[in-house]
């Protein structure tokens, strides 16, 4: 057995992660770490700075600069959750790919190579509504899908 967990860097996410490695203990599976890096975020990050700061003409400075930090900090949240991982005595790896998000998330759940999707209920917005990516992919997803609060 082979559980996907999507990881956005949400604290839902997170405690997606938790809540598939409590289940991997269980049934003796393997848990991935997956996660999307979209440029298109990093854009927007950007825009948002320039134009607070009235400075347009660094925009492709600031889109660089919220890149790496988004690469950072999904590097820093999934090396943790594997550390938990590992600790709890679960198989576990990361996948990190770049891209449309819910292309690339559609693409991995659905090649055949999970038999559960784990993901968080709601996304970094951290709004009261369910994640708009939740809403765009869970029809969509093959295997069956755990969606923790």
Not at 12 to 23: E, T
Not at 79 to 85: K, N
Request: include cysteine; glycine fraction near 8%.
């Amino acid at each position: 057995m082979r559980i996907l967990v999507l990881i956005d860097g949400s604290k839902w996410s997170q405690k997606a992660a938790l809540q598939a490695f409590s289940i991997a203990k269980r049934k003796k599976a393997k848990v991935i770490l997956y996660s999307v890096l979209d440029r298109r975020e990093a854009r927007a990050i950007a825009v948002q700075l320039s134009m607070r700061r009235g400075n347009i003409e660094e925009l492709q400075k600031f889109e660089e600069t919220a890149w790496k930090e988004m690469k950072k900090s999904i590097h820093e949240i999934t090396t943790g959750l594997l550390s938990v991982a590992r600790d709890e005595g679960v198989n576990c790896s990361i996948k990190i790919r770049e891209g449309n998000a819910k292309e690339e998330i559609l693409r991995e759940a659905n090649s055949g190579d999970y038999s559960l999707v784990v993901m968080g209920a709601f996304g970094k917005s951290g709004k009261t509504r369910i994640g708009s990516l939740l809403e765009e992919v869970i029809g969509k997803i093959k295997p069956p899908v755990i969606v923790v609060r």
